[in-house]
């Protein structure tokens, strides 16, 4: 959804009532809603389950509620007050997205009427099936994934990054946004989430498999050459284009490149990757800007 694309949405139906996984940034909401609409009798839309707090996701929780006065919108109580009050995160945001906060849109509160806070490993019924929220930190301190027991089907968040089916090839590039990424914390998600019964991977950015054991195996191809370029960034001073030269080599991300939204995706995580490098290795201003 969205020009760019900016979002895959997905839809839980539990028959007596129903669910979209996440709200979508706020540009994005009335065309979210309206094609759940589309497949569902509005009356019986009641929850918005979004994985974190990041305006990609959850940057339209306050007007998906202005449409839908009854919606409940689901969030990991890490990020529960930043919906409530969102003024440090929509600064946050706008620093680390440049032009891209543009192409999402601004966040506003969110009544705390429609805000559910959810614990690490807690459930909710959405008709007759069960969703559980797992905490996924890494991506963000308030990272979290929704688990569909019934149907053994995990919607990821940014927790196991984006991933990318042209068709004629797959791959999976981590999500690194400065300035709270920690790739330690990341992988110790991954790892969590491996232990999970999983029969399908529904990525909001871009897509499903149920290929489990490939899209692990991508994700750990794709966070592994992430931090080892970026590693050997910033050891040897690399610049920016010497940082895409050598990722280009080991993930097929040029075509990407040509797309300015993905593009300054791309360029954003590899400045929060680089902040994260620099912490662990106790270095200022390695690298060349």
Same mark, same amino acid.
């Given at each position: 959804?969205?020009?760019?694309?900016?979002?895959?949405?997905?839809?839980?139906?539990?028959?007596?009532?129903?669910?979209?996984?996440?709200?979508?940034?706020?540009?994005?909401?009335?065309?979210?809603?309206?094609?759940?609409?589309?497949?569902?009798?509005?009356?019986?839309?009641?929850?918005?389950?979004?994985?974190?707090?990041?305006?990609?996701?959850?940057?339209?929780?306050?007007?998906?509620?202005?449409?839908?006065?009854?919606?409940?919108?689901?969030?990991?109580?890490?990020?529960?007050?930043?919906?409530?009050?969102?003024?440090?995160?929509?600064?946050?945001?706008?620093?680390?997205?440049?032009?891209?906060?543009?192409?999402?849109?601004?966040?506003?509160?969110?009544?705390?009427?429609?805000?559910?806070?959810?614990?690490?490993?807690?459930?909710?019924?959405?008709?007759?099936?069960?969703?559980?929220?797992?905490?996924?930190?890494?991506?963000?301190?308030?990272?979290?994934?929704?688990?569909?027991?019934?149907?053994?089907?995990?919607?990821?968040?940014?927790?196991?990054?984006? !991933?990318?089916?042209?068709?004629?090839?797959?791959?999976?590039?981590?999500?690194?946004?400065?300035?709270?990424?920690?790739?330690?914390?990341?992988?110790?998600?991954?790892?969590?989430?491996?232990?999970?019964?999983?029969?399908?991977?529904?990525?909001?950015?871009?897509?499903?498999?149920?290929?489990?054991?490939?899209?692990?195996?991508?994700?750990?191809?794709?966070?592994?050459?992430?931090?080892?370029?970026?590693?050997?960034?910033?050891?040897?001073?690399?610049?920016?284009?010497?940082?895409?030269?050598?990722?280009?080599?080991?993930?097929?991300?040029?075509?990407?490149?040509?797309?300015? !939204?993905?593009?300054?995706?791309?360029?954003?995580?590899?400045?929060?990757?680089?902040?994260?490098?620099?912490?662990?290795?106790?270095?200022?201003?390695?690298?060349?800007?």
């Amino acid at each position: 959804m969205g020009k760019p694309r900016v979002l895959v949405g997905y839809l839980v139906d539990g028959g007596s009532e129903a669910a979209i996984i996440e709200t979508g940034p706020s540009k994005l909401v009335e065309e979210y809603l309206s094609r759940a609409a589309s497949q569902l009798d509005t009356g019986r839309l009641g929850w918005s389950l979004v994985s974190h707090v990041h305006l990609d996701h959850a940057g339209g929780a306050w007007k998906a509620v202005e449409l839908y006065p009854d919606l409940r919108v689901g969030v990991y109580e890490r990020g529960y007050k930043h919906l409530v009050d969102p003024s440090r995160l929509a600064g946050s945001a706008r620093e680390a997205l440049g032009s891209v906060y543009d192409v999402w849109g601004d966040i506003r509160p969110t009544p705390p009427n429609n805000l559910v806070g959810f614990k690490d490993g807690e459930a909710v019924n959405i008709g007759s099936l069960t969703v559980r929220l797992i905490g996924a930190p890494g991506h963000a301190p308030h990272s979290a994934v929704w688990y569909l027991e019934d149907s053994r089907v995990l919607f990821s968040g940014d927790a196991l990054g984006i !991933y990318i089916d042209s068709g004629a090839t797959r791959f999976v590039w981590p999500t690194t946004p400065p300035p709270t990424y920690d790739y330690d914390l990341a992988i110790a998600t991954i790892g969590k989430i491996k232990k999970l019964k999983i029969d399908a991977v529904c990525f909001p950015h871009y897509g499903y498999s149920a290929n489990v054991d490939e899209v692990f195996r991508l994700i750990d191809e794709g966070f592994d050459v992430w931090f080892e370029v970026t590693k050997q960034a910033v050891l040897d001073s690399w610049g920016t284009d010497v940082i895409l030269e050598q990722l280009s080599k080991r993930l097929p991300i040029t075509p990407l490149l040509k797309d300015e !939204y993905l593009r300054s995706l791309i360029l954003m995580d590899i400045r929060g990757m680089l902040d994260f490098q620099q912490k662990k290795m106790g270095v200022k201003n390695g690298y060349k800007t």
